[in-house]
Structure formats: C-alpha cells, structure tokens
C-alpha cells in the first residue's frame, strides 16, 4: 500500500487549486471515505484542536492512503517526537501551526528532512513509511520522502506577519494558510474577516507566497468568499470539518422539519 507518492507534490508545485476537508471528530474511516467520495481534493487530520489520539490519526492516514486521497496531518507543535512520529505513518505531508519566526521555520524543515538536508530519525522497515513503500534500498526512501513530503506552515501570528519575507524564503516551505481566528485575534480584531485591515493583511500574505513560490491557503469554506479569495490568488482552501457538517446536516434538517410537521 503506497503513501506519500507524489502526487500531492506535483499539485502543490503546479499551483493546483485544492480544496481540503478535515477531520477534527470522528473516529470511524468513514469520515476519511466521506471526503474522498465527495469530492475533496485532500484530507486534513487534524491533531492541534482535537483529542484525536495517536492511534486513531494513523488508521485514518491508513484510509486515506487505501483511497488514494493525500492526506496531511496539522501536528500539535512542532517538536521533534511530535513531527517524526506521524511522518514515519507515511502522509503526504504535515503542518505546522503557531510559527512565529524565521527560526522556527528553519527548525521545522530540519526536523522533517531527512540528512544531509536535516535531522529526522530514520525507520526503514519498522514503520508505514519504509515498510509498505517497497523502496528497493532505504536510500530511495530518504531521497523520495525529502523530495515529496509536503510542508505547510500556519500563518496566524502577528509575529509571523510583520516576518513575511523571513518566513517564507525559508527553502523547503511549501504551502503557508492563513488561520482567520489567530491572526484576527493577533491583529487585535477578532473575527473581523471582512476589515480592511484584515483584507490587506491577507492581501500581504498572498504577495509574500508568490514572492517566494510558496502556496497560499486560507481556512475559508463560504464560496462567495472563497471566489473572491481564489481571484486574488489564493490556491488552498480548507473548507469543511467532519463535525461542523454533521452539526450543519442535522441543523438544517430538524428546520426542514419543523417547518412541515408542526410538533
């Protein structure tokens, strides 16, 4: 069973437009099959904001990679046993909230690269990423995974955005998305998406990512909005959770409901 082919890397540097769903709740794969058969073009698990344990992160990457669907993981931080462990699960890639400086980026893409570009700890056939690979010599698997593992960093600090140039010309960057909530709250205007201060500031990011040919995202889900951001460049959208389209269908449903049977 293959992981980590490729094929997220080949979109990531065409600038393909990819639209992310995440799992933030369940526990079943079927929540990984949902996204693939609807659609999405990769999958987010998400490990920052969730109790999502260990366990479960790898039988969902395992789903993912059976269906053929990329597949990233957002680690809780970017320690070395944090990043490595669901790594050596063979995603296609990781990403890395909270960054704050030029120096923690160039940590990250340490940690992730295998040597001579880094320091990763290398499992050959002991784990996901070396055992269901078939690579003919454990050469192939570091010259494969520092060539197609997909790093994305969070842009979602006021740290990081007054460091555009610093952050993003760190090589080995591939995709930076903006995190509404954090840099609003940075920013000191929670919530306050549609600002123009808040526009500009992802104005500025987007000019950074193309300065840099880095792939700007954005957590956005509102297609209106998600038009108007894909029109001045952005290229990754993470769209949707597994919770909050449960809690949507069944909202929307009960008030389809009621309004026919007045109970």
């Known amino acids: 069973m293959k992981g980590c082919t490729g094929a997220l890397r080949k979109r990531v540097d065409r600038k393909d437009v990819l639209i992310v769903g995440a799992i933030m709740d369940s526990r079943s794969g079927a929540a990984v099959e949902m996204f693939h058969e609807t659609g999405y073009d990769v999958l987010l698990i998400d490990r920052e904001h969730t109790a999502l344990n260990s366990e479960t992160i790898l039988e969902h990457i395992r789903m993912a990679r059976a269906l053929d669907l990329p597949c990233m993981v957002r680690v809780a931080d970017s320690s070395y046993h944090e990043l490595c462990r669901f ?54 698997q570091v010259e494969a995974l520092n060539r197609d593992v997909v790093l994305g960093i969070q842009i979602e600090t006021a740290e990081a955005l007054a460091d555009l140039d610093g952050i993003l010309s760190v090589p080995g960057v591939d995709i930076a998305v903006v995190g509404n909530d954090d840099l609003s709250l940075g920013m000191g205007i929670v919530g306050q998406l549609d600002s123009p201060a808040y526009i500009q500031a992802v104005m500025k990011i987007i000019a950074a990512c193309k300065k840099y040919n880095v792939l700007p995202g954005i957590a956005c889900g509102d297609p209106p909005k998600m038009k108007f951001w894909m029109e001045h460049g952005m290229r990754m959208f993470w769209s949707a959770a597994d919770v909050c389209a449960m809690w949507a269908g069944v909202r929307d449903q009960m008030k389809a409901i009621r309004a026919v049977i007045k109970v």
């Open 87 to 140: 790594l050596d699960q063979a995603p296609d890639g990781v990403f890395v909230p909270r960054i704050r400086s030029r120096a923690d980026v160039e940590a990250v893409v340490k940690t992730v690269k295998y040597p001579p570009l880094g320091l990763r700890g290398l499992g050959g056939s002991t784990c996901p990423a070396g055992r269901y690979m078939g690579w003919p010599h454990v050469s192939d």
